[in-house]
């Protein structure tokens, strides 16, 4: 899943509407954020196979410390309790935080087929597969998006004009994304997909820009 992410990134700033949108792109993304470079430094697999699902090409060989069920447990804790001790603020926001980084496995395992692990070594893979139908991976991404940007923009308000021209330009960049994504050809190699991974941080930088120049409503 991609794009769903970021529908429940968008939506969670209405549970705790202190934490930057950023941080909650930060927190959707964190298994994306780090899988890539467990990719490139040899310690996690991914191969290009076309047709190994409908919707990408991607075969998730081995990646048990960025998407299990119990790693995204543990680096739910680890960025939760770094945000508590930062902002001290009480336990709203970083539950949040943990939610939300826990649901990237949750929404993976209903889009991927039975690669999904549970736990760090060994142990049962599920994935429901939704990747195998296009148009019910679109439906359901979209419904997530859609729905998710619709709470954020009845949670919070623009300031200025970039509040208001950088959401929306946001969202359109993502949707473009998440287009190109699904019609293009497929990567040359893993190691390309592992480094065109590394933009996700563009994108959790342009979350903290939109959020400080809105409020809440």
């Given amino acids: 899943m991609f794009i769903g992410h970021f529908g429940v990134a968008f939506a969670a ?3 705790a509407p202190m934490v930057s949108l950023g941080t909650l792109f930060l927190a959707s993304q964190l298994a994306d954020l780090v ?3 467990l ?3 040899g310690i996690e697999k991914v191969e290009i196979q076309p047709g190994a699902t409908a919707v990408t ?3 998730f060989v081995s990646y048990p410390y960025s998407h299990s069920l119990l790693a995204l447990c543990l680096w739910a804790a680890i960025f939760a309790g770094i945000y508590w001790a930062v902002r001290r603020r009480g336990v709203v926001g970083p539950l949040t935080i943990a939610a ?4 990237h496995w949750i929404l993976d395992a209903l889009t991927q087929r039975p690669d999904m692990p ?3 070594s060994g142990g049962p893979i599920v994935g429901l597969g939704l990747w195998n139908s296009v148009p019910g991976t679109v439906a359901v991404e979209m419904l997530l998006f859609a729905g998710g ?3 954020y923009a009845r949670t919070t308000e623009s300031r200025d004009v970039i509040g208001s021209i950088g959401l929306w330009s946001l969202v359109g960049f993502l949707l473009l994304a998440y287009a190109a994504n699904l019609m293009g050809p497929p990567p040359p190699s893993a190691m390309a997909v592992a480094w065109v991974a590394q933009a996700i941080w563009l994108l959790v ?3 903290y820009w939109v959020d400080a120049h809105r409020g809440p409503r």
């Avoid at 939300?100 to 649901?103: A, E, I, Q, W």
């Fill in 57 to 59: 090409p991607l075969n």
């Fill in 149 to 151: 940007v619709a709470l």
């Fill in 118 to 120: 549970i736990a760090i």
């Fill in 13 to 15: 700033k209405r549970a």
């Fill in 35 to 37: 899988w890539p470079n």
């Fill in 205 to 207: 930088l342009w979350g």
């Fill in 100 to 103: 939300v980084v826990v649901s």
């Fill in 39 to 41: 990719v490139l430094l």
